[in-house]
């Protein structure tokens, strides 16, 4: 099984910058869909970003697109989540998941296959 840890999270200002990672136990290029989801003081989990095997496909929420960009480091087995122009409203818990994959096509937002491996999460607070 592959493990999942995260790290990056703080405390920001609005319009800031930061950049989570999520450091794998195994090599994950070739073989999980991986992804990004937060969840909000009081709200449920909700899906942020995710990429494919062989990063043939990304995708992303409508509340983060054009500000947060998803890319892996396969030298280093890493996940990141780069997030700018960050606000209030992106305050939340964020984990990294990750879950098997032979095709790049079933890796987006609203693929109903769960996510078997979790992250412990990393706290992003957005505040001035």
């Known amino acids: 099984e592959v493990q999942l840890v995260e790290s990056g999270g703080g405390l920001v200002q609005p319009g800031g910058s930061l950049r989570l990672s999520c450091a794998a136990s195994e090599y994950t290029y070739s073989t999980y869909c991986m992804a990004w989801f937060r969840q909000p003081p009081g709200k449920e989990r909700e899906w942020v970003a995710s990429?494919?095997?062989?990063?043939?496909?990304?995708d992303y929420s409508a509340s983060v697109k054009g500000r947060f960009t998803i890319s892996r480091d396969t030298s280093k087995n890493t996940l990141y989540l780069q997030m700018s122009s960050l606000k209030p409203e992106d305050t939340s818990m964020y984990y990294c998941a990750a879950r098997r994959s032979s095709s790049s096509s079933d890796c987006f937002g609203g693929s109903p296959l769960p996510y078997n491996f979790w992250g412990q999460g990393t706290q992003v607070t957005v505040s001035s």
């Open positions: 990429i494919s095997i062989y990063d043939i496909r990304t």
